[in-house]
């Protein structure tokens, strides 16, 4: 039982580190970002290339990726994002889903279509409880728990970090104060790009690598994202880790539901108050009384 | 209407009668669409669903009821329009992104019984196949019987989707997707005119699935999947979205676009994402909005007054 628990915890680190990024163009543009997957997918392929050239180091290429994604990750907040701030999500659904589109292609191109391995970096298991388990999963877990710590730190005490929770709250009151929003909104944009590079190298090693990986985990991120409500970066950590045993518990007892009864719970998230209104509308109707 | 039969027809001169069939399917579910996004402006990443759904029926009751085209398209039908009148009560009652989105988990959740949940029923990813018997002339596998039946039934939904649009209930859905407050102040009732609007764009949905379950004989979870909506999304926006001509045109331009990418070009995913952001950059109104700017132009530089648009 408790390396399911443990396995959950690592999914629910990889969701966590991919999901922050999409979380906050969610709640400060009113985007829902396909790009997001582009640059997690490509950011894990580019980290496979750089393995051999850096000696084998995971660390080492790990930054490395992050490093030269970083650009693109700009690139692409600001000719198409920043392009269609205001226009409506439609729009910038498709674009995005275009860019993923060309990313998974161009995976497809320069890597090939197969999966790729990434063998485990730590590789040695140790004993926790009496359970022998992995410690690279161990080590998985607490990167993003230090994730968490250090952005709980960034937005409260960094004055970018303050000005874009502000913005979160008030776009249109940040602005007339004169700041530009923009600004701060490409540099946590940027932010989130990288640790997505970071969660896809994460991952690597307890999957593998395929071109159709960016929009898989996208799935199951949407979901964290609506669970966590939009633009909140703590309910985001907590949904995270809470679909991650979703996953884990569902896939000890029926593996093939693994994945759907994460969009089960989503569901019932979304349509809580959609429920509850037809409840007491009924209820109303019938002449039993009004609850609310 | 007359003018789709005959361009359909001359269609057939540079392109095998199979694939029209397949693109006459193909509309019907980008009309359906259509109604929902171009008209009432809500934008589904599930609609493929209601589709599937259909497709299931129809099949389901060739295999077990009786090999009757009618039969299957009545079951198909019947599954989509109780499905989505029952989840349509609590879906629209949510808008922009939670809308889209909860409709992809729906259908997500959809695919997956279709893929393992009902796999007794369904046979999983293996798909599941049906014969139909000839009733009189009415054979499917003979294509020029199979395409004009097609052709037939795409008349059929384009007519009563004019019908509707036409109508004060157009009229209405269409003033939803502008100002859907303003709709309330007059005094309308705004969430049953949009649960209507489902039930019937998903209901419509489900009819093409039928079609798709008659044709090929064969249904699997993919015809279904998540990912499937971008197909039907990229047809309408390429068309021209809120326009029947549009969706006519979008889905016969995309499946070409496919049909010939996929043959000939072998990065032809790069080459549809390029599209679609030249689409959405600069050529956001589709090839019939497009056209529609032309001939104002054109009738404006012979000093002619501009024509209305209907």
Known sequence: MFDTILYG???????????IGLSITFGTMHIINFAHGMIYAIGVYLFISLLPLLWGSFPLSLVAAVAVMLPLAYLVERFVIRRLYGDGIDYAIIATYAILLIGTDLIKLVWGSGPKPVSDPIGIPIQIFGTTVQTYRVV????AVAVFVALRVFFSRHVIGKIVVA??????????????????????FVIGSGLAVMGGVLYAPITVAEPYMGFHVLLLAFAVVIVGGMGNLTGTFFSALGLGQVIALTGRFYPAGADTMVFVVMTLVLLKDPIAELLRRLVGKHGIGNFS | MALIAVAFLLLTVVMPMHWLTDFAVFCILVLSFDLLYGYMGRLSFGHVLYYGVGMYAASLALVHLAPNPFLAIGAGIFASAVLSS???FIVVRTEGATFALVNLALNQIGFWLAMSGLQAYTRGEDGLSSSVRAIGFLDFYKVPVAFGFMLVCLLLVFGLLR???RSPFGILIRSIKENEERVKFLGYDTLRYKWLTFVIAATLAGFAGT????V?????PGDMGPLENARVIFAV???GAGNLYGALVGGVVFETMINLLATNIPRWEMFLGIMLLVLVFWFRRGITGYIADLARKFSRSRGKPAERLP
């Open chain 1, 167 to 188: 913005a979160l709250k008030d776009r249109d009151g940040v602005r007339s104060l004169g700041l530009d929003v923009n600004k701060y909104f490409s540099i946590v």
């Open chain 2, 237 to 239: 926006l390429i068309g």
């Open chain 2, 163 to 165: 019908m509707l649009t």
């Open chain 1, 9 to 19: 915890l690592t999914i629910g680190a990889i969701l966590y580190l991919f999901s």
């Open chain 2, 211 to 214: 079609l798709h379950a008659l």
């Open chain 2, 86 to 88: 029952a989840l349509g």
């Open chain 1, 140 to 143: 998985v877990f607490l990167c």
């Open chain 2, 216 to 220: 090929k004989g064969f249904v699997a």
